[in-house]
């Protein structure tokens, strides 16, 4: 056997990838043995008063170790094997995922979670985005792909909900004002777009450093300036190029019937009605490409994105477009696909919007992204998908 030393990085990685896909295939074979056992109620047999209480005696577990063993075996079995009759698995696409170690029990368990909200005939969709993606985007997958199958449903007989109310309160302690605020849907997104450009950490200098004050320092400072910014209403701040402004997208037709919803940049809806309420005292910009009112390709001029070319980012993009990813537009700078150093333009098909871990994770690995057919594409790292199969961001495909 060859030392790990003494093995080139991709293959080490590779390496670990085929170690972990065995290591789940024998956890499922363990797993399904405590589930056969907790079955047959072996603890009663065997004069214990629970399986936990046997595995501690038999592998030589901690009890809590033991608990969570026996939990994920419970859950395997209600989730994805036999119910009432062994060739019949409730979720049989998970079941087949999870024999051959391409899944893990935190994915089994998000999984069975989604699936709860959707048809069967989406499991394999749903399975399909496990294998590629952790736990967490899965979980933001079903959800999404939930709202959009049954968001054009007939709405439920239920009461109209109370209209959500704005509340405020302040106190002073100590020569310190403590603020308290609720904020409905929109009201509280256009805070956060007010507040979002205003907390990002300061550029570290020679002098100062790195930026080292937490989060919820950064935006108590930012509070503060954004007060001052108020009195001088001249001087608002600005986000990706242009003025802070409020963004929802949904289709022209939906709108026109007010039916379905508008998303927020920050990935909340907003009712159709209250759109076209927004639209009567907001400014709308239609995003047409090529459009001569609004240029979207500014060849080699300039190296940066311009706010028209980011409005059209933003509603083709919808976010960090890297697989997975779910952070807003917000969150995002543009990326040149071509780098600009490379003689790359600055156009919107030679761009794409990422957030700053990934735009980072681009320029420094062997991450690449093209445009194929107008939608930006990845490909992994040959030690992560030797067949470099392509990949999208479905979490905003859904969308």
């Known amino acids: 056997m060859i030392e790990t030393r003494l093995l080139p990085t991709d293959e080490l990685l590779r390496s670990l990838v085929d170690e972990v896909v065995e290591i789940r295939v024998r956890e499922n074979a363990v797993l399904q043995k405590i589930a056969e056992l907790d079955r047959r109620g072996a603890a009663g047999e065997l004069g214990y008063k629970n399986l936990p209480q046997v595995l501690r005696h038999a592998v ?7 608990k969570k063993w026996v939990a994920n075996a419970g859950l395997l079995a209600n989730e994805i094997t036999p119910t009432g009759s062994e060739l019949a698995p409730a979720l049989p696409v998970t079941a087949e995922a999870v024999a051959e170690g391409a899944l893990s029990v935190e994915h089994v368990a998000v999984v069975a979670e989604v699936m709860k909200a959707l048809p069967a005939e989406v499991e394999d969709s749903i399975v399909g985005f496990a294998r590629e993606h952790e736990p967490s985007a899965v979980r933001a997958f079903g959800k999404e792909l939930a709202y959009r ?36 849907t929109v009201t509280g997104a256009k805070y956060q777009a007010l507040l979002d450009p205003l907390a990002k ?30 009195l001088r209403a001249d001087q608002l701040p ?12 949904m289709r022209y037709d939906d709108l026109a019937k007010q039916v379905g919803q508008a998303t927020l940049d920050n990935g909340e809806r907003v009712p159709a009605e209250q759109v076209r309420q927004l639209a009567c005292s907001a400014g709308i910009i239609p995003l047409v490409l090529g459009a001569k009112s609004q240029p979207m390709d500014i060849g080699r001029k300039t190296r940066t994105f311009t706010a028209g070319i980011r409005r059209t980012l933003v509603a083709r993009d919808r976010g960090c477009a ?78």
């Open 60 to 66: 030589r577990w901690d009890l809590t170790t033991a």
């Open 149 to 184: 199958l049954y968001q054009d449903d007939p709405e439920p007989r239920d009461s109209e909900p109370a209209p959500q109310v704005n509340q405020h309160v302040m106190n002073w302690k100590n020569g310190m004002l403590e603020i308290k605020a609720l904020l409905d």
């Open 201 to 230: 950490p300061r550029p570290e200098t020679a002098e100062d450093g790195p930026d080292l004050r937490p989060r919820a320092v950064r935006e108590g400072d930012a509070l503060a300036e954004l007060v001052d910014l108020m």
């Open 238 to 249: 600005e986000h990706g190029g242009e003025p802070v402004t409020l963004t929802m997208t």
């Open 322 to 399: 890297f697989p997975g990813c779910g952070r807003p537009p917000r969150q995002c700078d543009g990326h040149h696909i071509r780098h600009w150093s490379d003689g790359g333009d600055t156009s919107v098909d030679n761009a794409v919007l990422l957030c700053r871990h990934h735009h980072t994770l681009i320029h420094q690995s062997e991450w690449d992204v093209t445009m194929e057919h107008g939608i930006p594409t990845f490909y992994a790292p040959r030690w992560m998908d030797k067949n470099r199969t392509p990949r999208r961001n479905l979490l905003h495909a859904a969308a």
